[in-house]
């Protein structure tokens, strides 16, 4: 199907625009090689990438930050794990025509490597299968790594989106099928081994893993990544039947079972974990109360105005907050019926949800430099030895853009850190660079974050939070003195920017958002670009 979209002088080098051919929408691009052509949507959950941002080659999703090539519409990082089928572009004198084949899909599947045991007798160790695990595997085989993959996971699962177990899967907006990132037959077909089995033990020394039934692995290269272990609640009744944490899958189908019959349910801990919960669970019809040791949700991490915009929204949804109060029983005879907080009050509650962080899950790890909260220390290739790499939740690596050694619990950072640990293992790494990016869905609300921690105390703020839409910048110390080192907000391109220009060292300072707060960041991408 071919059709003619624009005039040839209707786009501006680094500009791209929306187009119709046929019932297919497209996306137009122009770079300064000419016109390129791709689907409109996203591979990764259909967002929009007309909202998102063109820097150079890099054509970044407003939504989730995937990152594809303009030039031929390669993914470039995660997550998605699909690239972007490239149409055909064709000039006929001031006319630009493109044509979309009729069996097209929307995605394509970026080429890998077969496994081949006479040309790489190498084999990689892989501890863990969520995001870092997942993402590793597959680069892996996009970096023409043809050895032996060996992936471990105490999960007997496929890998799958883990942050949807307290988005929609938990209120039941979405079916358990849509879970997995990859099918069987994928990783069989990839030479992919998944192993089941819990590690007790890994060396760094000698690269070997020992699983719980004794057998012990040892590999040319190992990178760990079993991510975080969630905490516990350490009060009376902690115990009783209908008390959870979410983490995974199964944590969640627990969550689920018990919902059968439940009028209430009483949400721990105020994270954007334990308010993803609450707006699920709300969804599912039940009376929830939220509980947290904070007197503002966030305030301490993100300033009082979106915390309080936060609570706001969820009181709006029906949701109870008891803030600034901590749990000193949870009731019950057996199963849970109640939770009793240090004023002496009472919740009633047919169910607990726990949600008050994690920890690197690294107990088992001998002879890493481990840091006072369990992280491994790695370097700028994420190594942790020669041989030994950390992903994801348990890695302390030097962020490029700051210069201070930083952990983030970030689904996305964790298949970027999997993806730059397979290049480097198979030899075509480079210093991890990547802008840590987090995303969270509050009913129709979708929040962003950029960069890393700053302190609330020195933020300017464009727009207002109470109106959901706004823009926060945040900066080292607390003193807005210098240039941002993160942004929260609502709106999904000016964060998209932010981290392009974060990546390009190119971010406004303080006195130029003081200035103007509304300052469009987009723009200043496109004139940095055109720059360059």
């Known amino acids: 199907m071919e059709a003619r979209v624009a005039g040839v002088h209707d786009l501006a080098v680094g500009t791209m625009r929306k187009v119709a051919v046929g019932d297919r929408s497209c996306l137009l691009v122009k770079t300064a090689t000419g016109f390129h ?50 149409y055909q572009v064709r000039r006929d004198g001031d006319d630009v ?47 023409g790594f043809a050895g032996r993959i060996v992936m471990i996971s105490a999960e007997d ?5 883990r942050p949807n177990c307290s988005k929609d899967l938990l209120s039941g907006a979405m079916p358990a099928s849509w879970m997995p990132l990859r099918s069987a037959a994928f990783y069989e077909k990839r030479g992919i081994e998944r192993l089941h089995g819990r590690v007790t033990a890994a060396d760094v020394r000698s690269r070997t893993l020992t699983l719980e039934d004794g057998v012990v692995l040892t590999g040319d290269a190992l990178l760990l990544a079993p991510g975080g272990a969630p905490r516990r609640l350490s009060v009376p009744g902690a115990e009783l039947d209908g008390v959870f944490t979410l983490r995974s899958w199964d944590d969640c189908e627990s969550i689920v079972a018990a919902l059968e019959g439940a009028r209430s349910a009483v949400v721990i801990g105020a994270s954007f974990i334990g308010l993803e919960v609450a707006a699920s669970l709300r969804h599912r019809d039940l009376d929830v109360t939220v509980v947290a040791l904070e007197e503002v949700p966030f305030a301490r991490l993100f300033g009082p105005g979106v915390g309080t915009a936060l609570r706001t929204l969820h009181e709006e949804h029906g949701v109870g907050f008891r803030l600034g109060r901590t749990v000193t029983a949870l009731d019950g005879d057996g199963r849970v019926h109640g939770v009793t907080l240090d004023d002496g009050s009472e919740l009633p509650a047919d169910i607990v949800v726990v949600g008050i962080g994690v920890q690197p899950a690294t107990g088992f790890v001998d002879g890493a430099l481990t840091l006072s909260d369990g992280a491994l220390s790695v370097d700028a290739h994420l190594r942790v030895a020669p041989g030994v790499w950390a992903a994801g939740d348990i890695a302390a690596w030097p962020a490029a853009h700051t210069g201070l050694r930083v952990r983030i619990e970030h689904w996305r950072l964790a298949l970027q ?87 390009r060292d190119s971010l406004p300072t303080a006195d130029e958002l003081r200035t103007d707060p509304e300052l469009d960041l987009a723009q200043r991408l496109r004139t940095r670009g055109s720059a360059s």
């Open 37 to 86: 052509a791709y689907p409109a949507q996203c591979p990764h959950y259909h967002g929009p990438l007309e909202l998102g941002v063109l820097d150079g080659e890099r054509l970044v999703c407003p939504w989730h930050q995937a990152v594809f090539s303009a030039e031929d519409g390669d993914l470039l990082e995660p997550p998605s794990f699909f690239g972007l089928p490239s």
């Open 157 to 161: 699962r496929l890998p799958y989106d």
């Open 417 to 503: 850190h999997g993806r730059a640990a397979a290049f480097d293992i198979a030899g075509r790494g480079a210093p991890f660079a990547g802008v840590p990016f987090f995303w969270t869905q509050q009913y129709d609300t979708r929040l962003g974050y950029a960069g890393y921690a700053g302190d609330p105390a020195g933020a300017i703020i464009a727009g207002r939070p109470q109106d959901r839409d706004f823009l926060v910048y945040y900066f080292p110390g607390g003193a807005a003195s210098d240039r941002p080192c993160g942004i929260l907000g609502t709106r999904d391109t000016q964060i998209a920017a932010f981290a392009e220009l974060m990546r």
């Open 97 to 143: 025509y493109v044509t979309v084949p009729d069996d097209d899909r929307g995605t394509r599947a970026m080429p890998m490597t077969d496994l081949d045991l006479q040309a790489d007798r190498r084999t990689v160790l892989i501890l863990g299968a969520g995001a870092a695990g997942a993402g590793a595997a597959e680069a892996l085989r996009q970096a």
